[in-house]
């Protein structure tokens, strides 16, 4: 069971979200269709985008809370993914901060899903 992992989110466009996350994460999708796309993020980790009215069973959307953190090495990188986001006209929620975890920057895709770039502390 633990071979290969899909994180899935549930998105209003499916073919504006895969956009989004081709740019995002400099890959295009192994597999896109009207109402789902997937990304191959390493082997045995994937990203899906399902679109939500096609979702089986529906989500209601409460209790659907997401938020993707992509780990880097240092505070620097955490500015230069910064600069790229607002360069690919990405919502920033949170400009480089640092918090308890270390430095954090939290934007969000075009359906709301938080995205964190985190550096831990040191």
């Not at 920033?92 to 985190?118: K, N």
Request: hydrophobic share 40%; net charge negative.
């Amino acid at each position: 069971m633990k071979n290969m992992i899909l994180l899935a989110l549930y998105v209003r466009d499916v073919a504006q979200s895969a956009l989004f996350y081709a740019s995002l994460l400099d890959c295009e999708p192994g597999h896109h269709s009207a109402n789902f796309a997937q990304f191959e993020l390493r082997r045995g980790v994937r990203l899906g985008l399902w679109r939500q009215g096609d979702v089986v069973p529906a989500c209601d959307g409460s209790g659907c809370r997401t938020e993707l953190d992509f780990m880097v090495e240092n505070a620097r990188q955490v500015e230069e993914c910064h600069e790229r986001f607002v360069a690919l006209g990405i919502t920033i929620l949170q400009p480089p901060t640092q918090l308890d975890f270390g430095s954090s920057l939290l934007a969000c895709d075009p359906d709301g899903h938080r995205l964190r770039v985190i550096a831990p502390p040191g």
